[in-house]
């Protein structure tokens, strides 16, 4: 029986999922759901303020029109988007938050992975031993 150091995380034979990628999805998918959500209504608004400006420009066509028209028009391409930016930002933040928290948790199992004996403790820094694998990767010589 092989040790849990040396088990694999990629890929085991019989399996459709990788462990780790099953890990991985177990842990983050809401917060990857929710950002692709957020992404997709980005996406509506961005389409919104496009299709309220051609409406905009058929306004301005008409000379007839009234004029409360034309001021509704532009206030809801305005909040069209602002919302659009908004759900944007919203996206790129659980997303770069995604990105942090995926860094570390894989930090954290390769940290154990090369610990002695596969605990998390700290170990004197002998030649050849990785040193700093949060800071700056190096290896010390």
């Not at 608004?45 to 905009?56: D, I, M, T, Y």
């Not at 001021?71 to 305005?78: D, E, H, K, N, S």
Request: charged letters at 15%.
């Amino acid at each position: 029986m092989e040790a849990p150091e040396t088990e694999p995380f990629l890929w085991q034979e019989g399996s459709q999922w990788c462990p780790l990628l099953r890990a991985i999805w177990k842990v983050f998918h809401s917060t990857f759901l929710l950002g692709n959500c957020s992404l997709i209504i980005s996406d509506i608004f961005r389409f919104a303020v496009s299709k309220l400006l051609s409406l905009f420009l058929e306004f301005i066509g008409h000379p007839k029109s009234p004029a409360w028209t034309g001021y509704f028009l532009a206030m809801l391409m305005f909040l069209s988007a602002c919302l659009q930016m908004l759900f944007e930002q919203q996206n790129m933040y659980r997303l770069k938050v995604l990105q942090i928290r995926l860094w570390l948790a894989i930090t954290g199992l390769v940290y154990r992975k090369v610990s002695p004996g596969g605990q998390v403790q700290a170990f004197p820094a002998g030649k050849g031993n990785i040193t700093e694998l949060g800071g700056s990767n190096a290896i010390s010589s």
